[in-house]
């Protein structure tokens, strides 16, 4: 399988504040902001990584037992509450109430808002949190910009003829979410593993995560007249656009939707190593979010591939029984340290 490669500056010098609003001047209060806005937001199927990061974890503390209102203070939870919410509401331009019309021109202008808000020049309070944010961990504006990217291709586009079209559409929508956020997770001081490696792991977590929500939501999407699916593998398969809309289980399917599942466990597989290489306090949220997203692929192949009509859920007591799991992940040894223990 080839993956389109995709050119990404890792690591950017972060803006300072300029004429205007001053980022600075209100951060603290836009934190809360911003914090209040992403609780009001709907989840739908974009942006898994930070969201389950900042639902399932406390970042800045030391463990569960320690969730509380230290977490809502740290830099860290409120620097990716900024950018799950920039992420958020440019995901309602094209996904929202409003979506039907927003015009490639809107998307325009959004992306020039984006260059001001990287210039230190914010135009309200969201924007000023995420702004005090690029000025403390070095974020670089493409992966942003190219986000912006996959709302234009949402625009114009339903279909997908093969996987490299697919891949860079999730990187679009998802794998810029992890390139965003490791500059403010931050990678531990004892880790030897390449910084390259390390933002290509969360490249493939967003990947894994989006394939996840696509395979889960087959059905939903039919509706709305998409189809997130790779053109040349459902015809390999038997299967056309109108069996998708039918959503009729068949031997057919399944054997299709194997092939789906087994795609996204190896990007989620090539994603685990990476994650141990990130602070400690910065795992456990983010193991949480691959356990409780593989758990959804589980739960499509419980429910007999039949995600036409069926929601793969992962029920409340599944998703606290994975919280200490991943905690106990979180405190293991980065990989890049393990072979050189005796």
Known sequence: MQQMATTVTLLGAASSPGPGLSAGD??????????????????????PWVLCSLKYGCLGVGGPGEAGSRSAASPVYSSLTAIYVWCRRTDELVDGPNASHITPQALDRWERRLEDLFAGRPYDMLDAALSDTITKFPIDIQPFKDMIDGMRTDLKKARYKNFDELYMYCYYVAGTV???????MGIAP??????????????????ANQLTNILRDVGEDARRGRIYLPQDELAEAGLSDE?????????????????????????????EQGVTELRKESRWPVWASMLLYRQILDEIEANDYNNFTKRAYVGKAKK??????????????????RNNQT
């Open 26 to 47: 209100v951060a603290g209060r836009d934190g809360h902001h911003a914090s209040l806005h992403c609780s009001r937001l709907r989840a739908r199927k974009r942006q």
């Open 178 to 184: 992890g390139l965003m956020s490791v500059p403010v």
């Open 190 to 207: 004892e880790s030897k593993a390449t910084a390259e490696s390390v933002y290509g792991a969360a490249l493939a977590l967003g990947l």
């Open 243 to 271: 069996d998708i809309f039918k959503g009729v289980v068949t031997e057919k399917w399944r054997k299709f939707m194997k092939r789906q599942i087994k795609r996204a466990r190896m990007f989620f597989e090539e994603a």
């Open 320 to 337: 606290v029984l994975a919280l200490p799991v991943a905690y106990g992940k979180s405190l293991l040894l980065p990989y890049s340290l």
